[in-house]
């Protein structure tokens, strides 16, 4: 007779791991928030700062280059910092199955410790997912060149990077939200992340999905995106995958993904007939040929309402450095895109002088009919010139 080991043992045992500030004011939030079936490990390089840490393990790292007094805003810090913590980190991260590596990009312990903890847990042959914000752009330049040497360091590092931009928590706060809150916001974006897939694994569901799901979808994928969608009423299943697939919070759009995990939470009254409707619009948002892996939750918590989630994985990396994004806060719409017209625009001018060439036009009238011409001109010489 064949017997089968229920044990919780061996259930995938998840790890998150958040390196600096903004890592470890995340696991806060994860904690406060009940986050179910994952261990909690704290890591700064400032003792003050980790003192005020909810997770069970905390780790100072880097005690004889800083001595316990933070990164001082520099990368470089960091990492060495986290370099000579190494088998400190290698032996909290032992047994993993999953780790998550959450961190604010932009700062010192972040965006240097980040990438070398994540490349530990990976070598130790965990699953690593990173889930970290990029600045709010009125924190600086340098803090957003940083952030993004941060970011590419943490892509060759993990498994899956999950980039949640800070500035688009502009478009879903209200005006007079205070910077406080904000910043709290932003805490609360990477626990929505690591909490959308840790839960996909840890709430047995009513179409269940387990780590192996996950892995399929997140082992060696690059950039993932991640969407979480909430709506209640008479089309609530499909507000909420719509909201799913279009969430401010995402970087770019899921147009192309060729891996999805997909969760559907809701109460009792979760109807089939919604499962199949949200499953639907995201899939049709999708590649054609998508590997989409379906989990649905009943929690009878939420009453009326549905939440979908969605984690979207295996993109052409070309595309999604081409594709037009949302102009960040404070900058002018005209900017989007500005790659895909410019190129218009070489295009155009090839053209024209062509046409110019044929028919012998003089250029003064060209530059009238094509005002386009002078659009990568500084607007001071264009005025001058004008004035002629």
């Known amino acids: 007779m064949l017997e089968f080991d229920t044990n919780l043992d061996s259930l995938a045992t998840i ?35 980790l003192n005020l840490s909810k997770a069970e393990v905390k780790m ?12 001082g805003a520099n990368p470089e810090v960091g990492k060495k910092a986290a370099e000579e913590s190494k088998e400190q980190v290698e032996e909290a991260l032992k047994g993993a199955d999953m780790v998550f590596v959450t961190a604010g990009m932009g700062g010192g312990t972040g965006t240097g410790a980040a990438p ?22 009125f924190e600086g330049r340098k803090r957003s060149t940083q952030a993004a040497g941060g970011i590419a360091s943490m892509k060759d590092a993990v498994d899956t990077l999950i980039v949640i931009p800070n500035d688009r928590l502009l478009e879903i706060v209200d005006k007079s939200t205070p910077m406080l809150e904000a910043f709290r916001e932003a805490d609360n974006v990477l626990r929505q992340g ?31 995106l991640m969407g979480i969608g909430l709506a209640a009423g008479e089309n609530r299943a499909a507000e909420a995958a719509k909201k799913a697939i279009s969430s401010p919070l995402l970087e770019k759009s899921i147009d192309g993904a060729q891996g999805v995990l997909m969760n559907i939470t809701g109460g009792s009254n979760l109807s089939l007939y919604e499962v199949q409707e949200a499953a639907d619009i995201v899939a049709s948002a999708s590649d054609q040929d998508v590997n989409m892996i379906f989990g649905s939750v009943i929690n009878e918590d939420l009453k009326d309402e549905i939440v979908v989630t ?45 046409e110019a060439a044929t028919h012998e036009q003089p250029s003064r009238n060209t530059a009238k009919e094509h005002p386009e011409d002078t659009l990568d001109i500084p607007t001071f010489l264009r005025n001058r010139n004008r004035r002629r």
């Open 116 to 137: 070398v903890i994540a490349q530990i847990a990976r070598d130790l042959g965990a699953l690593t997912v990173g889930v970290v914000t990029r600045p709010f752009t």
């Open 194 to 224: 690591v909490q959308g897939i840790s839960d996909l694994i840890a709430t047995p569901g009513l179409i269940n999905l387990d780590f192996a799901d996950v892995k399929t979808i997140m082992s060696n994928k690059g950039s993932a």
């Open 60 to 71: 100072q790292i880097g005690g004889k280059l800083t001595r316990g007094l933070g990164a």
């Open 15 to 49: 790890k998150v791991i958040g390196v600096g500030g903004g890592g470890n004011n995340a696991v806060n939030r994860m904690i406060e928030h009940g986050v179910q079936g994952v261990e909690f490990i704290a890591v700064n390089t400032d003792a003050q700062a």
């Open 310 to 354: 969605v984690i979207a994985t295996g993109f052409n990396e070309e595309v999604i450095q081409t594709k037009p994004s949302k102009p960040a806060f404070g900058q002018n719409k005209g900017n989007v895109g500005v790659g895909s017209q410019v190129q218009k625009r070489e295009t155009y001018r090839e053209r024209e002088r062509e």
